[in-house]
């Protein structure tokens, strides 16, 4: 990984943990349901959708106090649907990170609860938000409401869960993948254009490099879950092949994934150009999206 990129990750990792307790502490409820909230956000992963949230506002030269909460807020619901998604109901999944995934240790339905009310906590973070005009705030809201329900991440679920049932073409995947995993990207990108009061010009060069990196990472997974262990995944490797889901290395074979990958990778590349340097964060974010090993 690139050193700049290392230092930032490494950084901005501990202050959006930090803050992500900070939004969890104050919760008065059932002791079990505050465990399994604290569980799956405990559980680590990469952290992306938020760092990219704080990497944007990094890049554009913008500071805002409330950067970080917006960023949590979109974790918050990464993390929710993961719960949800690893349900024997969806894609019935044993570990997540590389631990018990939530319903193994807290049953199914604790696992559910939990899942709504970090849906819930993240719009909660919102409302809270200390120095951004309220104008801005509602905008933010909105593009969650969006980017995560039926127009985004949840409809882009749903059509995924159809197209267990059939193959699927190139097009109608990549409209899956555009909403399941590219909508809470977008939206972290997004998010940090409105608290940078960026301009509509610069704004949609954001759009495509969002675009282009949702589905970078999409293909990234399909390639990795036939290529990696599932100890490299922290979670079990080959499940789409054992599910006979429709992917992108099924589609176009494993080189075809690749140069498909490497063209996305280009375009994201190519829409930074307004930044006028070429070591943006961004544009180390998408190398390390197409490079990861997980």
């Not at 050193?3 to 803050?19: A, G, H, Q, V, Y």
């Not at 705030?137 to 969006?146: A, D, K, N, S």
């Not at 059509?159 to 555009?178: C, F, I, R």
Request: charged fraction near 25%; proline fraction near 2%.
């Amino acid at each position: 990984m690139h050193d700049k990129l290392d230092k930032f990750m490494s950084e901005k990792i501990t202050i959006i943990d930090e803050r992500l307790h900070q939004l969890l502490s104050p919760i008065d409820v059932s002791a079990t349901l505050k465990s399994a909230m604290t569980y799956s956000v405990d559980a680590g992963g990469k952290r992306i959708r938020p760092l990219l949230v704080l990497a944007t506002l990094e890049d554009l030269g913008v500071e805002s106090v409330d950067a970080v909460t917006v960023a949590c807020a979109v974790e918050l619901i990464h993390t929710y649907s993961l719960i949800h998604d690893d349900l024997p109901s969806m894609d019935d999944d044993d570990f997540r990170r590389g631990k018990p995934t939530n319903h193994k240790v807290y049953g199914e339905a604790v696992a559910v609860l939990a899942g709504d009310a970090l849906q819930a906590l993240a719009f909660d973070g919102l409302t809270r938000l200390e120095s951004t005009p309220a104008e801005q705030v509602v905008q933010i809201i909105r593009l969650l409401t969006e980017a995560a329900g039926a127009q985004g991440m949840v409809g882009g679920q749903m059509l995924d869960m159809e197209g267990e049932a059939k193959p699927l073409t190139l097009t109608e995947m990549e409209t899956v993948h555009v909403h399941k995993t590219g909508a809470l990207l977008s939206f972290s990108i997004e998010a940090a254009a409105i608290l940078a009061d960026l301009n509509e010009e610069k704004t949609q060069k954001l759009k495509e490099y969002a675009w282009n990196i949702g589905l970078a990472f999409q293909i990234k997974d399909d390639i990795l879950d036939i290529t990696a262990t599932t100890e490299e995944l922290g979670k079990t490797a080959g499940s789409d092949t054992l599910s006979d889901k429709s992917t992108y290395p099924s589609l176009l074979g494993l080189d075809g994934a690749e140069e498909r990958l490497a063209r996305h990778h280009q375009r994201a590349i190519d829409s930074l150009e307004f930044l006028g340097t070429n070591d943006s964060l961004l544009s180390l974010f998408a190398d390390y999206i197409v490079h990861r090993k997980s």
